[in-house]
Each structure stands twice: as C-alpha cells, then as structure tokens.
C-alpha cells in the first residue's frame, strides 16, 4: 500500500506538483490503470451511500432509543437529518470542487473526503443527542461532496469518451448501496444492536482507504513513462473526448503524436500562421476575456441549467421517499427494520440497467433517455397514492410500483450526469481556452452536487409536511407534477447528441 509521506502532505497543501522521481512506485501500470481508478471512484461511491442509506431503516428506532425523541416528533427529525446531509453537500460542493480543478492531484481531496466520512461515522455511531446526529449527517455531506465532485472528474479525466457508460456504473454502484446498505442495516440492528451497524461502516472505510492511498492518477503516472501517449490512453486527457474531437477540434500535424488539449492546438496553429493571423488573435483575445470566469461561461448553457434542475427533481423525489416510506409502511403495514429494509430492494434492484441509460446518452445525447425516465415516472408516482390498506394486494402494488420507478429513475438521472461533461467539451469546442489549463470538470460536478444537495433539502422537507399535513396520496401526485416538469425542461433545453456539440450549444442560447 502506498505510504503518505512528508512530501504528499506538503504536495496537498501547497497545491504544487509532485517532482518526478528517478523510480516510479511499485506496481505503477496496475495503480494507474482505467480499471483500478473506475473501481476506487466506484467503491468510494459505494461506501458514501452505503453509509447514508444504511441508518434510513435503524433512524425511527434510534431516534426513539438512543436519543429519546417521542413518537410524534419522530418524522419531523428524521426530515431535519436528511436535510442537515444535504445542507453539508450543498455548501461544501462548490469549495471542494474548485479545489479539485487548481490542486495538482485528485488523490488528495479524496482523502480528505475519508476523514469527514470517519468523523461522520464516529458521531452518529456514538451520539447520544440530536445535536451530534445532525453534526455527523453535515460531515457526511461533506464526505459526499468530495466523492461526487472530484470523483466524477476523475472519471472524465479517465474515461474519454465512455463518460455515459461509466456514469451508469456509478449508479449501479449507487443502486447496489442503496440495495444492500438497508437490509443489512435493518438485520444488523435487530441481530445484533445499534453499534454492531457501524461496525460495518468503519470495514468499509478501512477498505476505502487502501484503494485510495494505492490509486495513482493517469496524469501523474506519465511523470515516469517516457513514451509519447498512445492512442488507448488519449481519453485520460481533461479537456476532450473522442466523441466531440472529429467535428470540433482542428486536425493534429501530421509529425505530432497527437494533440488532445483544444487550446494547445489552437497556439501551435497561431505559432505557425505567425503574428499576423487574425483568427489566431481572436482566439487570443476570447481566451484572456473568458478565462477566469468558468462559472459565469457554464451557467449561460441552457443546456447545463436543463440538466441541473432534471438532477434537482430526481434528488428531491428519491430522497424525499427515503424520508417517508420507511415510516409510512411501518405505520401501515405495521412492519419492523427488517421487512423496511427488504421493501427498498423492489426500488434499487432495477437500478442495475444504468449503463444502458449511459450508454444510450453517450450514442444519441441525453435528451431523450431522460426525457422518456421522467416521463415514464409520472404514472407511477400517481399510482402510489392507491396504496392505502395492511393487505397483501395492496402490499404487492407498492412493491411492482417502486420496481417499476426503479427502472425509469435511472433514465431520468444517468444521462444527465453525463451531460454535464457533454456541455463542458460544447463549449471547449465552440471557444478553445475557455476554461483554461486545469479545466472545470471539478467545479461543474461541484454544481451537480449543489443542486442535488439542494434536492435533497427541498424533497425530504416536502414530503415530510405534506405527508404529515394532508397525507400519502397528496404527497404522490405533488410529486408527479414535478417530475413533469423536468420533463418538459429537458424537451426544450436538452440536446439531442453529443456529437458537434458547438452548433447544439450555440442554437441552444441563441434561443
């Protein structure tokens, strides 16, 4: 395993380069191939929802328990801990996904993510009050924060082209937490007691950090390969993808072994045409206006803002039926932990078709897969509100129900994470040098983050009123409406393919 040293930590904080060694690291082809960095990212997704949904199921009990709250304040604190997790991932989202673009390392954030995750682990673990419970589910957020901005990034930087696909294996990681964290939670908790559930957790995290400290970026490993990159490693490049290069980028030199940065071929292309060529000069002069801003430039896409307000309703909708079903079924069918626990499997088993939905958006764009998720989504959230009676008919129509949400769910979200980097390669390629030499990969999937979180405050708050205000089947078609709306959102602002994404993007805030 590799060691932290002296100078990886002066390395975090200074934000500088490491000096290239004369000896690379042991096993360096193997801690830096695409395999090992997708499965790092992937585990390390896996552990930050394994934790978050492991206590969904054990939280109505340990509330009542190991805090003392009484029955009838139950749901309102269980709703004040899902938002207190997305509060955490909202604020921390932007700072950490800035830091991820300018440090000379993914690494390192990503370890940091491990020590809020740790501290998490140990608060809510040991906790004995309210207050430590929502201090633990604020730095579980920002653990979050970490593993999504940068570790979404990190998976571009790798990925290439394939950014769908490997978008769909996150949520299949994502969809396997969700599937397993609450059942064991809710058997482990009634086998064996409250602490023997966090047990669990901190094997996990043991096991995260090894493949953390063992990863070696792609960008980091070329310190010690003398060879020019070859053709399999092009996707590694930050800035492009294949998908985008054969309608975007000007063409490499004939003696080059290939240029992938958009902005580097555009200033060997100016250094040739000499001082006098003037779109070379534009070029010049759009990089200086823009450069600085990478903000301001994601935030003009339509299509950006589309994506991110599908993400905001797909977050408030999933995690505001996390806040409520647990307790609702337990009210209704008078079910403990464990029969909790195994109700979400009929949610997240379907989750596993993710990489189709990826796969799909990578081929044709985002626009229709997610279009189609959302609107498969709405008859079913209307249909929830028939569930009404402790009988085995309708106990089955809730199950065939949250199957059947767990198959269009992923439609609607997936593609979506994938354009985020679809917009950021539209816009590298509509203006070379936008956003500069570290690219903002980082800070769009810190915004991801932000409005997920942001979804993860407003749907558990809402659901958590409106079912203790005027009931179940208010809250169903309330949310029916609203995954309507993204639907139309993503109609009239999403793209219809990634390929020549310049004219799409242009079209798109031309309008």
Same mark, same amino acid.
């Given at each position: 395993?590799?060691?932290?040293?002296?100078?990886?930590?002066?390395?975090?904080?200074?934000?500088?380069?490491?000096?290239?060694?004369g000896k690379?690291?042991?096993?360096?082809?193997?801690?830096?191939?695409?395999?090992?960095?997708?499965?790092?990212?992937?585990?390390?997704?896996?552990?930050?929802?394994?934790?978050?949904? +492991?206590? $969904?199921?054990?939280?109505?009990?340990?509330?009542?328990?190991?805090?003392?709250?009484?029955?009838?304040r139950?749901? =309102?604190?269980?709703?004040?801990?899902?938002?207190?997790?997305?509060?955490?991932?909202? $604020?921390?989202?932007?700072?950490?996904?800035?830091?991820?673009?300018?440090?000379?390392?993914?690494?390192?954030?990503?370890?940091?993510?491990?020590?809020?995750?740790?501290?998490?682990? #140990?608060?809510?673990?040991?906790?004995?009050?309210?207050?430590?419970?929502?201090?633990?589910?604020?730095?579980?957020?920002?653990?979050?924060a970490?593993?999504?901005?940068?570790?979404?990034?990190?998976?571009?930087?790798? +990925?290439?082209?394939? #950014?769908?696909?490997?978008?769909? =294996?996150?949520?299949?990681?994502?969809?396997?937490?969700?599937?397993?964290?609450?059942?064991?939670?809710?058997?482990?908790?009634?086998?064996?007691?409250y602490?023997?559930?966090?047990?669990?957790?901190?094997?996990?995290?043991?096991?995260?950090i090894?493949?953390?400290?063992?990863?070696? @970026?792609?960008?980091?490993?070329?310190?010690?390969?003398?060879?020019?990159?070859?053709?399999?490693?092009e996707? @590694?490049?930050?800035? /492009?993808?294949?998908?985008?290069?054969?309608?975007?980028?000007?063409?490499?030199?004939?003696?080059?072994?290939?240029?992938?940065?958009?902005? /580097?071929?555009?200033?060997?292309?100016?250094?040739e045409?000499g001082?006098?060529?003037?779109?070379?000069?534009?070029?010049?002069?759009?990089?200086?206006?823009?450069?600085?801003?990478?903000?301001?430039?994601?935030?003009?896409?339509?299509?950006?803002?589309?994506?991110?307000?599908?993400?905001?309703?797909?977050?408030?909708?999933?995690?505001?039926?996390?806040?409520?079903?647990?307790?609702f079924?337990?009210?209704?069918?008078?079910?403990?932990?464990?029969?909790?626990?195994?109700?979400?499997?009929?949610?997240?088993?379907?989750?596993?078709?993710?990489?189709?939905?990826?796969?799909?958006?990578?081929?044709?764009?985002?626009?229709?897969?997610?279009?189609?998720?959302?609107?498969?989504?709405?008859?079913?959230?209307?249909?929830?509100?028939?569930?009404?009676?402790?009988?085995?008919?309708?106990? $089955?129509?809730?199950?065939?129900?949250?199957?059947?949400?767990?198959?269009?769910?992923?439609?609607? +979200?997936?593609?979506? +994470?994938?354009?985020?980097?679809?917009?950021? @390669?539209?816009?590298?390629?509509?203006?070379?040098?936008?956003?500069?030499?570290?690219?903002? =990969?980082?800070?769009?999937?810190?915004?991801?983050?932000?409005?997920?979180?942001?979804?993860?405050?407003?749907?558990?708050? &809402?659901?958590?009123?409106?079912?203790?205000?005027?009931? &179940?089947?208010?809250? /169903? &078609?309330?949310?029916?409406?609203?995954?309507?709306?993204?639907?139309?959102? $993503?109609?009239?602002?999403?793209?219809?393919?990634p390929?020549?994404?310049?004219?799409?993007?242009?079209?798109?805030?031309?309008?």
């Amino acid at each position: 395993m590799a060691r932290l040293g002296y100078d990886d930590i002066q390395q975090f904080l200074s934000r500088r380069g490491r000096r290239a060694p004369g000896k690379p690291p042991h096993f360096l082809p193997f801690r830096s191939s695409t395999a090992l960095i997708a499965t790092t990212v992937n585990l390390a997704v896996f552990v930050d929802i394994f934790f978050y949904s +492991m206590i $969904v199921p054990v939280l109505p009990f340990a509330l009542s328990a190991q805090v003392g709250v009484s029955e009838d304040r139950v749901q =309102y604190w269980i709703s004040v801990l899902v938002a207190a997790y997305g509060a955490g991932l909202f $604020v921390s989202s932007p700072i950490v996904g800035i830091y991820a673009d300018h440090t000379s390392s993914r690494k390192w954030p990503l370890l940091l993510g491990l020590l809020a995750l740790a501290g998490a682990t #140990v608060l809510l673990a040991f906790g004995n009050s309210v207050g430590l419970f929502v201090l633990g589910r604020v730095l579980q957020g920002l653990s979050a924060a970490v593993v999504w901005s940068v570790g979404c990034a990190l998976l571009v930087d790798t +990925m290439g082209s394939k #950014v769908g696909v490997a978008m769909g =294996y996150v949520n299949i990681s994502m969809s396997v937490a969700l599937l397993l964290a609450p059942v064991i939670g809710g058997v482990v908790y009634n086998h064996a007691g409250y602490y023997a559930v966090y047990y669990v957790a901190f094997g996990l995290v043991g096991l995260d950090i090894v493949l953390r400290l063992a990863m070696i @970026e792609k960008k980091v490993a070329r310190q010690w390969v003398s060879e020019p990159e070859t053709e399999s490693s092009e996707p @590694e490049a930050e800035k /492009t993808s294949p998908t985008n290069n054969s309608n975007a980028e000007p063409p490499a030199p004939e003696n080059s072994p290939g240029i992938n940065n958009t902005e /580097t071929a555009a200033m060997a292309s100016a250094a040739e045409d000499g001082p006098h060529d003037e779109p070379a000069n534009d070029l010049t002069a759009n990089q200086g206006k823009h450069r600085g801003r990478p903000f301001v430039a994601l935030l003009k896409s339509p299509r950006l803002l589309a994506a991110l307000y599908g993400i905001l309703v797909e977050s408030g909708i999933l995690i505001g039926f996390d806040a409520v079903l647990a307790l609702f079924v337990r009210r209704l069918f008078e079910w403990d932990s464990t029969a909790v626990a195994v109700l979400f499997l009929a949610l997240f088993i379907p989750g596993f078709i993710s990489p189709l939905a990826g796969w799909l958006s990578d081929k044709y764009g985002a626009k229709w897969p997610s279009f189609a998720g959302f609107v498969a989504t709405v008859p079913v959230l209307i249909s929830l509100r028939f569930v009404t009676e402790n009988t085995i008919q309708h106990k $089955v129509l809730l199950a065939v129900l949250l199957a059947l949400a767990g198959c269009t769910l992923p439609f609607s +979200m997936t593609p979506l +994470m994938a354009e985020i980097s679809y917009v950021i @390669e539209a816009k590298e390629a509509e203006n070379p040098g936008i956003f500069g030499e570290k690219g903002v =990969y980082g800070l769009a999937y810190g915004l991801f983050n932000m409005v997920f979180a942001l979804g993860g405050i407003i749907g558990p708050i &809402w659901a958590g009123y409106v079912v203790e205000s005027v009931g &179940w089947g208010t809250l /169903t &078609w309330n949310f029916a409406l609203w995954s309507a709306s993204a639907a139309v959102v $993503v109609f009239f602002w999403g793209a219809n393919k990634p390929r020549a994404p310049a004219a799409e993007d242009t079209q798109m805030e031309s309008a």
